[in-house]
């Protein structure tokens, strides 16, 4: 059991270098002392967890709300249905995989959008998240209210950051694999991590909300960062295929807030990093070159912008992180 202040650092690695691991120390502990949003920060090193330390928040073995993390789980699990069968590839259309959830009256276009624009954020749609997402959420059904929202941009172009976005996919998930997203996630990732996964909020009609509010123990976050360091694998086992975690670190848009690149539902940052990003400053982030995967989580009721927490955040991963690999 990891305690809810735990500091470690591997003894082989120290006594391999001395003064390298002991700087690396002192940077990161600096670093997180300065930073009172910060809940959480975990760094796996090439199979050893080589820092692990909770100095605020319910610590390292408690239930926390990734916030829009949780985008890229659905984007490992739009992964996992290609890898089955179940979704016929990634450029199969929304009115091909789920006729069914697509409403009556959706705005023109809708099914034409495909998987590959969902998962990059690129429906075209006008967002459901930044102002419009109270509205959204109290809507009768936010399947039908993200699908007749105007197009404001032509899908596959631009990246509109937006919540609506991955819960049609999410949806479009559901029909395709006759499981709910809960199940999938359980069946496809908890169970091969070998993690807890609860269940979350669900809209009017039932769907798990696809991109928000799932929850994970911060160790737990450090296993997905884990398989996307190792192209899928787990424990010696292929859990999601390479072929989907290379396709995803492949920069198809860039962000127009952050100035990041995006793939298939995950940032990728100039220093080279893939990375989940949740509100607050949540962050599931991995480093192949570096042979490293960090998790961090931060007080989820206060924002974290670029220009805030976040850059702060991105400066810890690109200064003393990056160096203790």
């Known amino acids: 059991m990891t305690t809810r202040r735990t500091f470690i650092i ?9 003064w390298v691991a002991r700087a690396s120390t002192d940077d990161l502990q600096a670093a997180i002392d300065s930073l009172p949003q910060l809940h959480s920060l975990q760094i796996n090193r090439g199979g050893e967890t080589i820092f692990a330390q909770a100095p605020r928040g319910p610590g390292l073995d408690r239930l926390a709300n990734i916030k829009s993390c949780s985008k890229s789980v659905v984007a490992l699990l739009l992964g996992a249905a290609i890898d089955r069968g179940e979704v016929p590839s990634v450029r199969a259309a929304l009115g091909q995989v789920a006729p069914a959830i697509v409403p009556q009256n959706a705005t023109p276009g809708v099914a034409e959008i495909t998987m590959e624009d969902l998962v990059t954020l690129r429906a075209g749609l006008e967002r459901t998240s930044g102002a419009n997402y109270g509205r959204w959420v109290s809507s009768r059904d936010w399947l039908a209210d993200a699908m007749t929202r105007p197009m404001v941009s032509d899908p596959g172009a631009q990246m509109l950051y937006s919540t609506g976005t991955t819960h049609i996919l999410g949806a479009a998930l559901v029909k395709a694999t006759q499981l709910s997203l809960l199940e999938q996630a359980r069946d496809r990732l908890g169970r091969p991590l070998g993690m807890e996964i609860p269940p979350w909020t669900r809209d009017p009609a039932g769907y798990y909300l696809g991109g928000n509010e799932m929850a994970l123990r911060p160790t737990d976050m450090l296993k997905i960062a884990m398989l996307l360091r190792d192209k899928g694998q787990f424990d010696g086992a292929q859990i999601i295929s390479e072929d989907w975690i290379t396709a ?18 995950w940032f990728l940052s100039p220093s080279g990093y893939m990375l989940a990003r ?8 991995a480093h192949e070159g570096r042979n490293l995967a960090v998790a961090i989580t931060s007080d989820p009721t206060q924002p974290a912008r670029s220009d805030g927490h976040f850059g702060d955040l991105m400066r810890l991963l690109d200064g003393p992180v990056l160096a203790a690999g």
Do not use: F, K
């Open 248 to 265: 995803s670190a492949r920069a198809r848009v860039r962000s127009p807030w952050s100035g990041l690149s995006y793939g298939y539902g």
């Open 10 to 18: 591997t003894s082989s690695a120290a006594l391999c270098a001395p």
């Open 278 to 285: 949740g509100y607050g400053g949540q962050i599931i982030a």
